[in-house]
């Protein structure tokens, strides 16, 4: 108990420094969680590729093992890093710090960092990001709000996924959107597939505004 | 102890009913918070008549006597609500919730609330919104943020308010900025003049930026 309180607040601390980092370095950092499956990687690569033509994009990529996340991300042209976690179920701040100098973004970058597939550990390590994005695809229970309660309290935005699937399942969107926001009042929902396109501009728009926000105050930068 | 805890568990249910209120209403709610003569009501006013030509904006106003700042910002044009607390030094989640009953502003607004001048008081009383930004005028000396880390810490945004009166005064900007990061490492910082105008676009840009994300969403609703 002692030495996990030890290790989030060692975390806490380089969360702080790569929020600081982000901020100064105008970048706007997504953290995607969810669990395996869910469909991240290929809702990122859809996503580049409709953002890389006007927005400077780049990735982290978290896995116990294997690049095959980070090839898939490279292939779309953007830069993307891959962090090997091996028995750790989960990126921390300071794995993030590190992938984040080696990979060095442009200014005003959209950094989306693919955390490892789970809905447990990576709940409880901040990365630095400006916004934790969830994913739940349809192909999963309803329930899976109220069974990860700490996931859902910590993020900003449910991502609702693979909704292309929806009329071939006895999926309850609704009541999805209703648990999650039992435990998180504030979360934002969308719903997107990946695969036909459908939700992806609600999507963009999330981020484009995001960004316009994490880069205010860049322009009249307190330093001369 | 015990009285306060409850206290605040209880706001802290009604600040979440508040969140998930604004977020369905695609209102987006700003918490202002500083000492008393930071130029609060000043700011609102130069900002309202900046943005309502084409966005709807709403004020409640916090103060434990008098309504003259109400009276400032309806002279704008903009609807305001007056709260006084009486004895109480900060606005709670319970009596916001019943002043926006009683505005219900337009789908889309923004909703300043312009809390009880006190660095100390409100900063326990989350209200349900979306950035806490705390006003701190060159006036005030440059450890503010360390004196009120409390603010600091809960703040998402520091104004560093009447930089037209730097040139008369002896004060650090950088120094302010520096030991606001110390404390929030994410906080963002922008420095405005109500009195001339500068920095306000920044500041307008924040808004705009915020509130198109609070709107995100809402055009896909989850409810059909």
Sequence with gaps: MKIEQDLLAKNDAYAADNRLTFNMAGVLALNLVSSPGSGKTTLLVE??????????????????????????????????????????????AHMTGHAFEQLRPAFGSVLFIENVGNLVCPAMFDLGEEHRTVLISVTEGEDKPLKYPDMIRSSHLLLITKIDLLPHLDFDVEALATNARKINSGIKILKVSAKTGEGMNAWLGFIRAARSLALTGLESRVTV
Tied chains: 1, 2.
């Design 47 to 92: 996503t580049i590729k409709r953002l890389q033509s006007d927005l400077p994009v780049a990735v982290i990529e978290g896995d116990q093992q294997t690049s095959m996340d980070a090839e898939r991300i490279r292939a779309t042209g953007a830069p993307a890093l891959q962090i090997n976690t091996g028995k750790g179920c989960h990126l921390d």
